[in-house]
């Protein structure tokens, strides 16, 4: 790292920048945190094996890491009530939490007039996997008595057990 005051970090892969930065001195170490604790999301993960039991979860791998991660932060950024509730639950102080709404690219705005369709399109984006629910939806959507629903998952499958249930 250069020469800095202040580090501003991203979970998952900021351990060594982080303990790096306090030994050179840096005022503050900052972490933003995409996902919700990971403590919280070994649990969901779990859960989601428990139900679907398609693929083994990568999160219980990276607890450890996290934990450390959280430790070393001085703040720590996370993007919604949701993610921040885990936090406090699994014991961080609220005083170093701050809320960092992600936010898409103007660019990514709606169409100034809806496309007519002939269906009504469920759209999905994101991992495909157990642990974000993607086989719950695809059961929630069969079920729908309606013959015009069409679900559209765009993401990465990932898995070999996604990719063969899907």
């Keep these: 790292l250069p020469a800095a005051e202040h580090l501003l970090a991203f979970s998952g892969e900021a351990l060594e920048q982080m303990r790096w930065a306090e030994r050179a001195g840096y005022e503050s170490v900052s972490l933003v945190s995409a996902t919700a604790h990971?403590?919280?999301v070994v649990r969901r993960h779990a859960l989601a094996h428990r139900q679907y039991p398609l693929d083994r979860s990568w999160s219980s791998r990276l607890l450890r890491r996290s934990l450390a991660e959280y430790a070393c932060a001085?703040?720590?950024?996370?993007?919604?009530?949701?993610?921040?509730?885990?936090?406090?639950?699994?014991?961080?102080?609220?005083?170093r939490l701050s809320m960092l709404?992600?936010?898409?690219d103007p660019r990514y705005a709606p169409a100034a007039q809806a496309p007519a369709?002939?269906?009504f399109d469920v759209v999905y984006v994101g991992s495909l996997?157990?642990?974000k629910g993607t086989p719950l939806?695809?059961?929630?959507?069969?079920r729908l008595p309606h013959q015009d629903i069409r679900l559209v998952l765009v993401g990465n499958q990932g898995t070999r057990g996604m990719r063969r249930y899907l």
């Design 38 to 40: 990971m403590r919280h």
């Design 74 to 95: 001085d703040r720590i950024y996370v993007a919604t009530p949701y993610v921040w509730e885990t936090f406090v639950a699994e014991g961080v102080p609220a005083e």
């Design 101 to 104: 709404p992600l936010t898409p």
């Design 117 to 119: 369709a002939s269906t």
């Design 129 to 131: 996997s157990a642990a």
């Design 137 to 142: 939806l695809i059961e929630a959507v069969r």
